[in-house]
């Protein structure tokens, strides 16, 4: 297996533009989880899905961040518009819905708002 | 509110000596805990965990260590080699939350000193 794939891997854009992330979990899993990483809070968890159906989206920030997952191997974060505070690294990660409960994740996406 | 808390953002350790890193955490419902290792430009790698259960789980050169009636848990690995210079996050979950819910700490940058 390939493991989780996240794209892009780096993205650069200016203030107010649309940024949309893209993850492809592990085949099989019944979870999928968007994380954010920063210095200050580590990682936080933004939203989880759970056999496509969103659970939780607690963590999202604010109403600028969407995000769905229309299949099993499909899911996006979307931030319009997009705010320099934003920037982060962006993780996506999967997990089988059994124990013990070990998530899985993607090599995550820099993005860089300017 | 941090709910995971790691204190120290970075330790330094000798290569063959034993390296410990402590996570505290505040909510009594969580009964589940992960640590996970991330190296550079890659996702976290789930390591060892350990359940509310038990006080100790060991797998090869890792030892988690709990101790419930003080919040805190502590990974030693033992001997420490290069290889583990990483950055380390400690997690938690609890059945009442979902145990799919992972809450992460903000991280210990590891060095190990050839």
């Known amino acids: 297996d390939a493991g989780v794939i996240q794209s892009p891997r780096h993205e650069v854009t200016e203030m107010g533009q649309e940024v949309t992330l893209r993850c492809k979990p592990i085949?099989?899993?019944?979870?999928l989880f968007w994380y954010r990483q920063t210095m200050m809070r580590g990682l936080e968890l933004l939203i989880y899905?759970?056999?496509?159906?969103?659970?939780?989206d607690s963590g999202m920030p604010e109403d600028r961040f969407s995000a769905k997952m229309p299949n099993a191997s499909f899911s996006t974060l979307k931030i319009q518009p997009s705010e320099p505070r934003d920037s982060a690294v962006y993780f996506c990660?999967?997990?089988?819905?059994?124990?013990?409960?070990?998530?899985?994740f993607g090599p995550g996406t820099r993005l860089t708002v300017t | 509110d941090q709910q995971v808390k790691q204190n120290s953002p970075s330790l330094s350790v000798q290569e063959g000596r034993i390296s410990i890193l402590n996570c505290d955490y505040t909510?009594?419902?969580?009964?589940?805990f992960l640590w996970y290792k991330k190296y550079p430009a890659e996702g976290p790698t789930f390591l060892i965990s350990?359940?509310?259960?038990?006080d100790k789980n060991e797998d090869g050169r890792f030892t988690v260590f709990l101790n419930k009636s003080a919040k805190h848990l502590s990974l030693h690995i033992v001997p420490s080699q290069p290889g583990d210079s990483a950055v380390y996050f400690c997690?938690?979950?609890?059945?009442?939350?979902?145990?799919?819910?992972?809450?992460f700490g903000t991280g210990t940058r590891l060095t190990i000193i050839p």
């Open positions: 990660a999967s997990m089988a819905d059994r124990g013990p409960y070990e998530q899985y």
């Open positions: 909510n009594s419902m969580f009964d589940y």
């Open positions: 350990i359940s509310s259960i038990k």
């Open positions: 899905f759970n056999n496509n159906v969103p659970i939780d």
């Open positions: 997690a938690a979950s609890g059945r009442n939350f979902g145990n799919e819910k992972l809450t």
């Open positions: 085949s099989g899993h019944d979870y």
